[in-house]
């Protein structure tokens, strides 16, 4: 069987995370879609069937989209503040980049379940992904619709979660990722 590797990046799709609100003041915060601007994914082929995926993500790339709730909406200044204060909660200087790598793909009834290693903040743990696919189009054209989410503990990985009002509004624990995306059946040297 032919080994074949496809390249996807943002214009294959979004990479996005959403945050949700913690402490007595929650009610106070926003629950924030941030999108991830720069990263690559290559997914490794045997014939048709995919048998490993590695995905850098660049942290510095992050950029607030939205908040939701809150006592007023998100203004433009907040957003940047809100990214530098993610920045430094990732020490992203000094931890440029976020890993995924996968050398186990399991097909489901909808998809694959890639079950690898997740690397945040230079620490590294075992981690499942659920990725959902479907074609559009006929055989020999088209397109497939990728979708996934994950979630992703900021405690599993040290990373300090931002708090004010001493502590009483916190960024939860958890953390959604989730991917969304189409790519043309031409692209994807194995399929």
Request: aromatic share 4%.
């Amino acid at each position: 069987m032919t080994s074949t590797q496809s390249r996807l990046d943002p214009s294959h799709g979004q990479l996005l995370l959403r945050t949700e609100v913690a402490g007595r003041a929650a009610k106070m915060g926003h629950r924030l879609t941030i999108v991830m601007e720069r990263w690559e994914a290559t997914v490794s082929w045997s014939g048709d069937r995919p048998t490993a995926l590695e995905l850098a993500v660049e942290v510095d790339s992050l950029q607030v989209l939205r908040g939701e709730g809150g006592m007023t909406p998100l203004s433009a200044p907040e957003k940047t503040l809100i990214r530098s204060n993610a920045l430094k909660c990732l020490d992203s200087t000094k931890y440029r980049l976020i890993r995924f790598g996968s050398t186990d793909v399991e097909p489901t009834d909808d998809g694959y379940r890639l079950t690898g290693e997740l690397e945040i903040h230079g620490r590294r743990k075992p981690h499942v992904i659920a990725v959902r696919v479907a074609k559009d189009g006929d055989a020999d054209g088209g397109s497939w619709q990728v979708d996934g989410d994950t979630r992703v503990r900021h405690s599993d990985f040290g990373v300090r979660r931002y708090s004010m009002l001493m502590g009483a509004m916190q960024v939860a624990d958890e953390v959604t990722v989730s991917f969304s995306g189409t790519i043309a059946a031409d692209e994807l040297d194995g399929a």
